[in-house]
């Protein structure tokens, strides 16, 4: 045999060769054939290369920070029992390489540290800057609330305005588009639908500080934002005029405005946009275009932002110059009424928390009575949805089943003791007094009704889950019904009120989201053992349904949405009884009173309860009718007949989950 195969045969063979691994037998691992290669005349090959080790890589970072570890516990282990020093130099805190080292570099004082050799501070807390980490704090969360810092010059307020303006002057080449060119010819019907928003809708919810029709003189030829505004408004309008083509029209203003909302939103951030943008908000969600109306409310909300006008409190502007006034202020709030009233119509969260408002309110800018009666309602329902915000944080929060019964009692007290102390409080010119009430006020007081409406049904939503285990959570429950009940009464009461002294011709749309959740409450006591509250809840119930028939008129999807959900509830709790299928209940005022058929009514003893469809129109302005603070007293004492509760012991609300019968229940709650 030759050297090679001498050499080859002298090395150790670990593993077998291929055949006798193939055939797995055993294998002597001879050279240069093994013997039962051998025997079996094959060819026997082994393996002679080693296979490559598999190199652990271990994560360099993990590594550093294990070691930077381990040099802090020696640290301390070495300075214990000695008083730390103070530091020399602080900028010795923190010592990096000029190639940008990674903060588990450090030195750490008396070690010795694998990667560095010079020495660094112990980072006391006190080496550092107040400043420069009070600073830091504000920069990590810029929507913080306190004390404002600018590190760079930052665009806010009327800054951003006028730089926009300054890089993006005036486009003279805006060309209107051909369809719009009849209607803008036509200069009567523009003033009308000016009008007609102006007095519907305007002074409701504040939209634009407008009293008359002037803004019109050259439209459309304004700059963009100024022509993006008034479109919206007309576009609204046009929802209050009762021509044929008025859905039309209002459709070809709007649709001009979302045209133009991008090219705004980059070249003319103002407040005319932010109005704009509210107002088609208002009217997507008035026509049931739920979709539309949450995207301009959130694009509002997204310019509100950038222009800093939820922090108007703050004392963050350069000069006085910058300082923001009433026509910023009312802005603010504008929206901030807009996104409320969109939380309780859509059932979502708003788009702006009231966490990170800080705004002044309007009255601030007005001295003394010089405020209108409609711009006092406006400002004193901001203040309640705002208080509503608060006690709402509170108990929708996913730690609210977690709280003791105790503590949950407790927060249902404080919550309604803070709507009473509000009504208490509120300004002498929103009392309901004797003869024709004026709208603002009508509106204020629903308000107020449809806060108490939506904060309290989640209370009893927990108390009937544990109405079975404690019992003393009858008397909680028991407030809780009470409150609703004597709010849904007074709610149908408001708004008969509204159409008995200012009809629905062009009624705030609205009216219907308050008939809608009175109806619910009223539908849920005709499940009632007791036979009083019965027939009147259907006498209520009916009501509402009347009301809604003569608001369909101006606005049929909303109110055809409504009463689908009114008919499907009835259906669901097996109260269809006090539902009426021409809806005929007759309404206080009207010359032609038609009687209900009593085979629609279930049966009563006469007596036991008022009938108030049976009242005179005066009665409704007489001071019998007035609580505390000029608040409605409702026509029924709910607290008499407890439990309500009977048939359906169900949460009023979360029970229309489940249905598929009908379409986008989501906008009614």
């Known amino acids: 045999?030759?050297?090679?195969?001498?050499?080859?045969?002298?090395?150790?063979?670990?593993?077998?060769?291929?055949?006798?691994?193939?055939?797995?037998?055993?294998?002597?691992?001879?050279?240069?054939?093994?013997?039962?290669?051998?025997?079996?005349?094959?060819?026997?090959?082994?393996?002679?290369?080693?296979?490559?080790?598999?190199?652990?890589?271990?994560?360099?970072?993990?590594?550093?920070?294990?070691?930077?570890?381990?040099?802090?516990?020696?640290?301390?282990?070495?300075?214990?029992?000695?008083?730390?020093?103070?530091?020399?130099?602080?900028?010795?805190?923190?010592?990096?390489?000029?190639?940008?080292?990674?903060?588990?570099?450090?030195?750490?004082?008396?070690?010795?540290?694998?990667?560095?050799?010079?020495?660094?501070?112990?980072?006391?807390?006190?080496?550092?800057?107040?400043?420069?980490?009070?600073?830091?704090?504000?920069?990590m969360w810029r929507t913080n609330l306190g004390d404002g810092v600018t590190i760079v010059n930052e665009e806010h307020g009327k800054l951003a305005i006028a730089n926009a303006e300054r890089r993006h002057p005036a486009q003279p080449d805006f060309q209107l588009p051909l369809e719009m060119v009849p209607y803008c010819a036509d200069r009567g019907r523009l003033h009308r639908l000016a009008r007609l928003f102006l007095e519907n809708i305007n002074g409701e919810h504040q939209f634009t500080p407008y009293r008359s029709t002037d803004f019109l003189v050259d439209y459309p030829n304004q700059p963009r934002d100024q022509v993006f505004l008034h479109s919206a408004m007309l576009a609204t309008g046009a929802t209050f005029e009762q021509a044929p083509d008025s859905l039309l029209v209002g459709d070809t203003f709007a649709g001009l405005c979302e045209s133009l909302a991008f090219t705004c939103v980059r070249q003319n951030p103002s407040l005319s946009l932010i109005r704009g943008l509210c107002i088609l908000s208002w009217r997507s969600l008035a026509l049931g275009r739920d979709q539309f109306g949450w995207i301009f409310l959130s694009m509002a909300a997204g310019m509100a932002v950038h222009l800093r006008l939820h922090v108007l409190a703050l004392g963050e502007f350069a000069s006085p110059s910058d300082r923001m006034g009433l026509q910023e202020v009312q802005t603010f709030w504008s929206f901030f009424m807009t996104d409320r009233t969109s939380i309780s119509i859509l059932g979502r969260?708003?788009?702006?928390?009231?966490?990170?408002?800080?705004?002044?309110?309007?009255?601030?800018?007005?001295?003394?009575?010089?405020?209108?009666?409609?711009?006092?309602?406006?400002?004193?329902?901001?203040?309640?949805?705002?208080?509503?915000?608060?006690?709402?944080?509170?108990?929708?929060?996913h730690a609210f089943e977690k709280l003791s019964f105790s503590s949950q009692v407790q927060l249902l007290i404080s919550t309604h003791e803070d709507l009473n102390t509000f009504i208490k409080s509120c300004d002498e010119r929103l009392r309901m007094n004797r003869g024709i009430t004026p709208k603002p006020v009508l509106l204020f007081h629903m308000a107020y009704q449809m806060a108490i409406l939506v904060t309290m049904p989640p209370f009893l939503q927990l108390f009937i889950r544990i109405k079975n285990k404690r019992l003393d959570a009858s008397s909680a429950m028991s407030l809780v019904l009470r409150s609703i009940s004597n709010a849904s009464s007074s709610m149908v009461r408001l708004v008969h009120l509204y159409r008995q002294h200012y009809g629905f011709?062009?009624?705030?749309?609205?009216?219907?989201?308050?008939?809608?959740?009175?109806?619910?409450?009223?539908?849920?006591?005709?499940?009632?053992?007791?036979?009083?509250?019965?027939?009147?809840?259907?006498?209520?119930?009916?009501?509402?349904?009347?009301?809604?028939?003569?608001?369909?008129?101006?606005?049929?999807?909303?109110?055809?949405?409504?009463?689908?959900?009114?008919?499907?509830?009835?259906?669901?709790?097996?109260?269809?009884?006090?539902?009426?299928?021409?809806?005929?209940?007759?309404?206080?005022?009207?010359?032609?009173?038609?009687?209900?058929?009593?085979?629609?009514?279930?049966?009563?003893?006469?007596?036991?309860?008022?009938?108030?469809?049976?009242?005179?129109?005066?009665?409704?302005?007489?001071?019998?009718t007035l609580g505390y603070a000029g608040q409605l007293i409702p026509d029924w004492d709910f607290s008499a007949d407890q439990p309500l509760l009977g048939v359906a012991d169900v949460d009023i609300f979360s029970s229309l989950q489940g249905f598929e019968n009908i379409d986008d229940l989501g906008w009614a709650f």
């Open 1 to 139: 045999m030759d050297s090679t195969g001498l050499s080859t045969s002298s090395r150790p063979v670990t593993t077998s060769c291929r055949p006798c691994r193939a055939s797995k037998r055993r294998c002597d691992r001879a050279k240069p054939r093994c013997s039962t290669c051998q025997k079996g005349e094959k060819l026997c090959v082994y393996d002679t290369e080693a296979k490559p080790r598999k190199r652990k890589y271990w994560d360099e970072d993990y590594v550093r920070s294990l070691e930077h570890q381990v040099q802090t516990l020696l640290a301390l282990q070495e300075n214990r029992g000695h008083s730390i020093s103070s530091a020399s130099d602080p900028s010795s805190i923190v010592d990096c390489d000029a190639s940008g080292a990674s903060d588990a570099e450090i030195n750490i004082p008396h070690v010795k540290s694998p990667r560095r050799s010079k020495p660094a501070d112990d980072g006391n807390i006190e080496d550092r800057s107040s400043v420069a980490m009070e600073e830091l704090s504000t920069m």
């Open 349 to 397: 969260n708003c788009v702006l928390p009231w966490r990170r408002v800080n705004v002044p309110p309007i009255e601030a800018f007005t001295a003394g009575n010089q405020g209108d009666l409609m711009r006092l309602s406006f400002a004193w329902q901001c203040k309640m949805w705002h208080m509503h915000d608060r006690n709402m944080d509170q108990i929708f929060s």
């Open 505 to 624: 011709r062009h009624a705030n749309p609205l009216l219907i989201h308050h008939l809608l959740s009175a109806a619910i409450v009223n539908l849920m006591n005709t499940t009632s053992k007791s036979l009083a509250l019965r027939r009147h809840s259907t006498r209520s119930v009916r009501k509402c349904l009347t009301l809604l028939q003569e608001l369909r008129l101006l606005w049929p999807v909303r109110c055809d949405k409504s009463i689908a959900v009114i008919t499907a509830l009835a259906k669901r709790w097996g109260v269809e009884y006090a539902l009426q299928s021409q809806f005929e209940t007759p309404l206080e005022g009207d010359t032609c009173v038609t009687q209900h058929p009593e085979r629609h009514l279930p049966p009563s003893t006469s007596g036991l309860y008022p009938t108030p469809d049976l009242l005179p129109p005066e009665a409704f302005g007489a001071n019998e």
